[in-house]
């Protein structure tokens, strides 16, 4: 069956058949627009043929761009823009939805398979950065460039599915109070007090919340802004951290706490047409733990089973469609 698409009358340029909008000049293709088959008439005499455009997207309220269109195009068709996300392009009055513009690509329309995460970091790279992580912590002082880079570090070295990179755009300015009261609540318990030695419990998990925050709403793809955000409360938080600590007392039941508070963290984070899911159980945490705890009694193996550890915990997230 011939495909059809819509002409427009203001500049000739043909559009996916579902578009709302003109592609090039924004025109509103419902009250003016020209119907024909793919292939059909050409752009209106004396017109010229469109040049390419850049594009602003604005998701949950935050704006970026601009964008080449075939770029945006592209984000499209592999889903890392989603069609209701608004776009605005010059001499465009209104925000439009990328989807009325573009037509829904086919792509976007299919439901796709569970992709895990990878990561592609060194034994000696991970080993670097948790000492750099830990001893810039006990100084406190500078707890925020170390925390930071030590994201930084961490998130340009995983590969997402249907991503070519990702990083962490945050600063260490952003959030460096946090970093350092994070970095001094180590030290509150050793305070001789029962109020101080019990105020960690609950002010870690509201640092820990906060930072968390910071990172999911500080990523970017391919140099654009994710958008997105953790929906989960403080209170559930701190619930899964106290939860987690009594579990120890089991010896083994800890694990499976810690599977489902993992899928629990990757069920709040929103802002996209795809979801992240922790596939690891209970019982994979559990074997893998006492592993690399055992190894660390002989100490020389610490860096090989360390990276051999982190890099299983990666591969348990992955990309669903939601």
Known sequence: MEEIGLFCKNCGRENPDTARFCGSCGTDLSANQTVGAVGGPPPLPGSFPPVSRTWYIAVAGQQSGPYPEEQLRDWLARGQVAGDAMVCSEGMTEWVKAGDVFGMPSQQKERFSSQAFETNMSVGGLLGRVLLLMFG????VPAPWVITG???????????PRVSRVEFTGNPGDKWVWCILLALSGYIGLVKNPLFQILPLFLNPYLSLILFRWVIESLAADGRALSLKFTGSYGRFIGWDILIVLSMFTVIGWAWVVAANMRWLCSKVEGTHTKVVFTGSGLEILWRS?????????IIPIPWTMHWYVRWFVRQFSLESR
């Open 137 to 140: 912590t006990l100084l406190v």
């Open 290 to 298: 006492f592993a690399f705890v055992l190894s660390a009694i002989v």
């Open 150 to 160: 030590f994201y930084k570090w961490f998130v340009a070295h995983l590969q997402l």
